[in-house]
């Protein structure tokens, strides 16, 4: 689990003072480290940014890949918002949310993908998960790349509902029409 900081609360004010060379999250108020990623992580996101990126060219969304600051509270613009997360790989349609002052985005992404690791697991499965839910992303997956599986969730009825896929599939991305995942491919080293 990611190690929360025993401090007070903590604002996005707070977060914008903390020591660039090293990576955080803050989550209702609460801060985390974040470790260095595993090799496997970065193959995974470094594949999707290319995937994402050549499926996106010259089309209105754009893809990000961390670290980038997202603000989910699109209605706080001052800088006491208590979330900023850092998503491993970030699909946004909508680019007048990228923050005027170059800090990342302000509301909600339209496609999160975390890939899991030991330190962050339960942050990317449980308290992101109800951030980005609640945020309305619209499709939020976890990667775990030990077990080569993906998660999807999507939005239904105020909850998110999970599509699971493994093996050699292939994952639709269902705010793209017509990009697909292969799994064979993303695990492929």
Known sequence: MAIAHAMDYLTYADYLKLDDDVRYELIDGVLYNMAAPRISHQRIILNLGRRFGDYLDGKSCEVFIAPVDVRLKADILNDSDNTVVQPDVIVLCDRSKIDPKDRGIIGAPDLVIEVLSPSSAYVDRIL???????????EYWIIDPVHKTVCVYLPENGKFVSNNYGGDD???VQILEGMEVDLAVLFNF
Request: hydrophobic share 35%.
């Open 170 to 172: 292939i994952v639709p």
């Open 128 to 138: 992101k998960h109800k951030k980005y839910l609640e945020a309305g992303v619209r």
